[in-house]
């Protein structure tokens, strides 16, 4: 069970406070996400104190829930006010869209615990100038780091084996990156659009360079 504390409440990720969105008709759609929002919102209201602490500490063990874009992570409402974040060690993988848009977000450190990040888990994160990735991750998903514009650097661990397409495509402001010998796999634009790129070791096991790997 995943919960996620902002202040002093801890609240489980797991609760819902409203319903998905089902219908395929885009007016109703659209009228069931805006209810969506506003209910999640009031929920969130209620169950959290006025003044914030910009930190959110997770908590809990073991494989985290993967969130779509009908169903964000129940802190995506507040997520401008995320300054830093709190994982716990025994979490073994991050899951999709987990922190998407966070752009308050200025660094993440990931527990040597986790293995997977997911897909679009930290998209957006438009003002995380700092990553430490833990020494278990292996599989970095599809668009897992695109758009943190201000990364200033990339440390890959050793393990590493898959890095999915667009994993960090448009970190503009990495300048050197190493893919270990460990790597068995480079998705298309993994370092897309890294404008202040000057150096690349690819040492990775692969037989063919990725379509668009650093364009």
């Not at 395929?24 to 914030?52: D, F, G, Q, S």
């Not at 898959?162 to 893919?179: D, N, Q, W």
Request: with cysteine; charged share 20%; net charge neutral.
């Amino acid at each position: 069970r995943w919960g996620y504390q902002s202040g002093r409440p801890k609240i489980s990720s797991t609760g819902d406070a409203c319903g998905c969105v089902k219908t395929t008709e885009w007016k109703h759609y659209v009228e069931n996400l805006r209810n969506y929002a506003e209910k999640r919102a009031a929920y969130l209201k209620k169950a959290m104190p006025e003044t914030l602490t910009g930190t959110l500490t997770i908590t809990g063990s073991g494989d985290m829930e993967n969130y779509t874009e009908q169903n964000m992570a129940p802190w995506y409402p507040i997520r401008d006010q995320i300054l830093r974040l709190q994982l716990p060690e025994g979490l073994t993988s991050i899951g999709s869209l987990a922190f998407y848009e966070c752009r308050e977000l200025t660094a993440v450190t990931i527990p040597s615990t986790v293995t997977t990040i997911g897909s679009y888990a930290f998209a957006k994160c438009s003002d995380m100038g700092l990553l430490n990735l833990g020494s278990g991750v292996k599989n970095i998903g599809e668009s897992a780091f695109s758009d943190c514009y201000t990364l200033a650097a990339l440390s890959l661990p050793g393990g590493v084996q898959r890095l999915g397409a667009k994993a960090f495509y448009r970190c503009e402001s990495i300048p050197t990156v190493h893919v270990p010998a460990g790597v068995t796999y480079i998705g298309m634009s993994a370092f897309g659009y890294c404008k202040k790129m000057v150096s690349a070791d690819i040492q990775a096991n692969i037989s063919v360079i990725p379509e668009y790997l650093f364009f």
